[in-house]
């Protein structure tokens, strides 16, 4: 019978050491979704501050993305030492972005995964999107941040169509950032 509580107990211990998977993604959407995204990752993994980091993610539009007004927020929630949400810092934490501008400016990073790539912007169609390696520069704030930001996160990234106000997908994230080493 011991045994039935093994799985428990390395869980807990797991939880309290420290110790860690991996960053992860899953679909927090609800029925009026319009995207999703089936495996993601993040290198390096934890992620090394300072330094930047490249997500590869299959992003899947099961209909029709908003032509503009679309927006991606971002609700960033520090763990360690205590919860604590992150603000908008630089473009970087809890902020909101309009999505068709980022791919319009990072057309290098996100043309490759369109279907045709010389058609490449929204509205985005119904297909699968395969991000490769897109990389997200991490502003320096300065080795008095290697301490605040090491740690535990945990986030949602919503996706908003903003011209009807409603809400067109959800991914909950969890990843750590360790200090360079
Ligand atoms: C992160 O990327 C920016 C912009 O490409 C670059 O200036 C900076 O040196 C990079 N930081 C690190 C730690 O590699």
């Keep these: 019978?011991?045994?039935?509580?093994?799985?428990?107990?390395?869980?807990?211990?797991?939880?309290?050491?420290?110790?860690?998977?991996?960053?992860?993604?899953?679909?927090?959407?609800?029925?009026?979704?319009?995207?999703?995204?089936?495996?993601?990752?993040?290198?390096?993994?934890?992620?090394?501050?300072?330094?930047?980091?490249?997500?590869?993610?299959?992003?899947?539009v099961l209909k029709d993305l908003p032509a503009d007004n679309f927006e991606m927020?971002?609700?960033?929630?520090?763990?360690?030492?205590?919860?604590?949400?992150?603000?908008?810092?630089?473009?970087?934490?809890?902020?909101?972005?309009?999505?068709?501008?980022?791919?319009?400016?990072?057309?290098?990073?996100?043309?490759?995964?369109?279907?045709?790539p010389t058609k490449c912007g929204c509205p985005m169609k119904a297909a699968t999107y395969s991000l490769k390696n897109v990389g997200v520069a991490i502003p320096n704030f300065g080795e008095i941040f290697v301490n605040i930001l090491k740690g535990g996160y945990e986030g949602k990234i919503t996706f908003h169509d903003k011209s009807s106000g409603t809400e067109i997908g959800c991914v909950a994230i969890t990843f750590e950032i360790v200090p360079a080493s």
């Design 1 to 60: 019978m011991a045994l039935f509580y093994l799985p428990f107990l390395l869980f807990s211990v797991s939880q309290f050491d420290g110790s860690y998977a991996g960053a992860t993604f899953a679909d927090c959407g609800d029925a009026n979704k319009r995207l999703t995204i089936s495996t993601g990752t993040v290198k390096p993994d934890p992620i090394q501050y300072p330094g930047n980091i490249s997500a590869s993610v299959d992003l899947i």
């Design 73 to 116: 927020k971002l609700d960033l929630t520090k763990l360690q030492p205590r919860k604590m949400t992150v603000p908008c810092l630089q473009d970087i934490g809890s902020c909101t972005y309009d999505v068709c501008s980022i791919i319009n400016n990072h057309k290098e990073s996100f043309c490759p995964a369109f279907p045709d």
